[in-house]
């Protein structure tokens, strides 16, 4: 089921998918989360962090703290101001791609991954950063605005 959301008429649509948090754990507000494709529990509804060579099960982004089996919404399409982004320790442009990291709640550019990242051309772009982030001098994470386009 899909929820769409407008809070005016000159705002922008969100649209939400139902789901349930099977991670075992909490999943913060901010966080990636992806459907979950492990064992029998492939149903288009249950959803987990990012897990490593599943990232194109890519769903969205929590838009508030979920306890494991808590059954909430997701934001799978527009703006969110509160995503959990990977600081860098380069500049990181407005309008920068932004990828989900595998064992990860948090996202990153893609530029940020492609220097490290051997398959590079496996990244699921689900969406991009708003504004423009400056260096740091250590790699932590924060949040910031984001467009998501999970779809």
């Known amino acids: 089921m899909a929820l769409f959301k407008r809070l005016a008429p000159e705002a922008a649509e969100q649209v939400y998918m139902i789901g349930r ?14 459907l979950s494709g492990g064992n029998s529990d492939v ?5 987990v962090q990012p897990n490593t060579n599943q990232l194109w099960a890519f769903r969205g982004v929590a838009p508030q ?18 995503g959990i982004v990977r600081r860098e320790t380069v ?3 407005s309008a920068a791609p932004i990828v989900p990291i595998a064992g990860q709640n ?6 940020s991954t492609t220097a490290s990242s051997v398959d590079v051309t496996q990244q699921p772009i689900v969406g991009f950063l708003i504004g ?8 932590a994470t924060f949040q910031a605005g ?5 779809l």
Request: charged letters at 10%; glycine letters at 12%.
């Open 106 to 111: 948090f996202m990153a550019s893609v530029a």
């Open 91 to 93: 500049t990181v442009p």
């Open 21 to 34: 948090n099977i991670e075992g754990g909490s999943i913060p507000m901010g966080a990636m989360v992806q």
């Open 132 to 139: 423009t982030q400056a260096s740091s001098s250590a790699t």
């Open 43 to 47: 149903s288009g509804y249950d959803f």
């Open 146 to 150: 984001v467009f998501i386009r999970g």
């Open 65 to 82: 703290a979920f306890d494991d089996q808590e059954v909430g919404m997701v934001l799978v399409h527009g703006y969110f101001a509160s």
